[in-house]
């Protein structure tokens, strides 16, 4: 008989890569792109932010207020992917957006709040919709994808030790000792980190 027929063959499940792009030149344009973006507020910021910040999307998206510590310059959650505190540093440039936003929505607990509902967040459907709006499909940029897009520039360009990186993207990547990283790993090297990453993509759309 044939063994294949009786034998289980284990494959390894396919990872799936989200897409993103990571030349400097076409990430310029998609920059130009989101700063023209001319739809709902809320939405408008979220784009503009996502690719100085890099989180996980909804983890953007469902940020509270509450959330954001303006003095210290830092935005803190806890990320249910990773079932782990986190702390986003803020470049001078997203701080700024950022207080824009909190005058523009007073309305509710949510940074980014729905078109439809004060008090709902929005979805990341909603930045990849915008996305397509823009001409990018889905194979092209997604929102998700602007993780990549960072991890791939930032260690290219600015050739900041992949360690950083991976602190920031959350991941959860272990040390020497097998510990995952905290939320305070490598945080002063972050905070220079993301300036730097801000300045650059500033840089690039000029």
């Not at 294949?4 to 998609?30: G, N, S, Y």
């Amino acid at each position: 008989y044939n063994v294949a027929d009786k034998v289980k063959i284990h494959t390894k499940k396919e990872v799936k890569h989200h897409a993103a792009i990571i030349e400097p030149i076409q990430f310029a344009e998609l920059l130009k792109k989101l700063d023209d973006y001319t739809g709902f507020y809320a939405t408008s910021y979220a784009l503009k932010i996502l690719p100085h910040v890099f989180t996980r999307p909804n983890e953007l998206l469902s940020l509270k207020w509450q959330n954001v510590d303006f003095d210290n310059k830092e935005i803190r959650y806890f990320a249910t992917k990773t079932k782990s505190d986190h702390i986003v540093p803020l470049s001078n440039q997203v701080l700024a957006l950022l207080l824009e936003l909190k005058q523009i929505n007073k309305h509710s607990e949510y940074v980014f709040v729905s078109q439809i509902n004060n008090k709902q967040h929005l979805s990341d459907g909603t930045l990849n919709g915008a996305l397509r709006r823009m001409g990018y499909a889905g194979d092209v940029q997604v929102s998700h994808g602007f993780r990549a897009s960072a991890r791939t520039m930032i260690a290219e360009q600015l050739n900041v030790p992949i360690e950083w990186i991976e602190a920031q993207l959350n991941h959860t990547v272990k040390d020497a000792n097998g510990r995952a990283y905290n939320r305070t790993k490598y945080l002063t090297q972050r905070v220079s980190m993301m300036q730097q990453w801000s300045d650059y993509l500033d840089n690039l759309v000029k």
